[in-house]
C-alpha cells in the first residue's frame, strides 16, 4: 500500500461565515464553491474545488466552534500569473506577505478571512 496524492484539505472556519469564505476562494481565488453531500451540509462550512488540466484541487471548510485560525500549518496552492493574483488580492484589501525565497519558485503568503495562512506559489519558467 502507498499514498498516491491528497484528496482535499480541510481548514476550520467560524459559524456562520459560509458568504466570506465564497467571497474569498471563489471570487479571489477562483476555485468553485460545490454541494456537500445532504447529510453534512447541516453541519455548515463549504467545499471549493477547481479541475485544471488532470489536477484538482480540492479545500473543504469546516465549521469549528471554537475556531482558531491555522497561522503557521498551511496549504501551498500552486497558481499561475501570481502577479495578477496577488495584484487581484491587493485591490480586495487582503494582505499579501513576501518571505524568504525558496528556489524555483515565487511566492507569498496570504490569510484567509478567517486568518488561516495559505501559501501562493508559482514555479519560475
Same mark, same amino acid.
Given at each position: &500500500?502507498? /499514498? =498516491?496524492? /491528497? %484528496? #482535499? =484539505?480541510? +481548514?476550520? &472556519?467560524?459559524?456562520?461565515?459560509?458568504?466570506?469564505a465564497q467571497a474569498?476562494?471563489?471570487? +479571489? +481565488?477562483?476555485? *468553485?464553491? =460545490?454541494?456537500?453531500?445532504? #447529510?453534512?451540509?447541516?453541519?455548515?462550512?463549504?467545499?471549493?474545488?477547481? %479541475? *485544471?488540466?488532470?489536477s484538482t484541487v480540492k479545500i473543504h471548510l469546516g465549521v469549528e466552534v471554537s475556531f482558531s485560525p491555522a497561522r503557521k500549518a498551511h496549504p501551498a496552492l500552486q497558481v499561475?500569473?501570481? #502577479?495578477?493574483? =496577488?495584484?487581484?488580492?491587493r485591490g480586495a484589501g487582503v494582505a499579501?506577505? %513576501?518571505?524568504?525565497? +525558496?528556489?524555483?519558485? %515565487?511566492r507569498v503568503y496570504v490569510d484567509d478571512p478567517f486568518g488561516n495562512r495559505l501559501e501562493l506559489l508559482e514555479p519560475h519558467a
Open positions: &500500500m502507498r /499514498i =498516491v496524492a /491528497i %484528496d #482535499h =484539505v480541510q +481548514l476550520a &472556519m467560524p459559524p456562520g461565515r459560509e458568504a466570506e474569498f476562494y471563489e471570487g +479571489l +481565488l477562483g476555485l *468553485s464553491r =460545490v454541494p456537500k453531500p445532504p #447529510h453534512l451540509e447541516a453541519r455548515g462550512g463549504c467545499w471549493f474545488e477547481r %479541475d *485544471s488540466g488532470g499561475q500569473d501570481l #502577479h495578477a493574483l =496577488v495584484e487581484q488580492l499579501v506577505r %513576501d518571505d524568504e525565497p +525558496l528556489e524555483g519558485y %515565487d
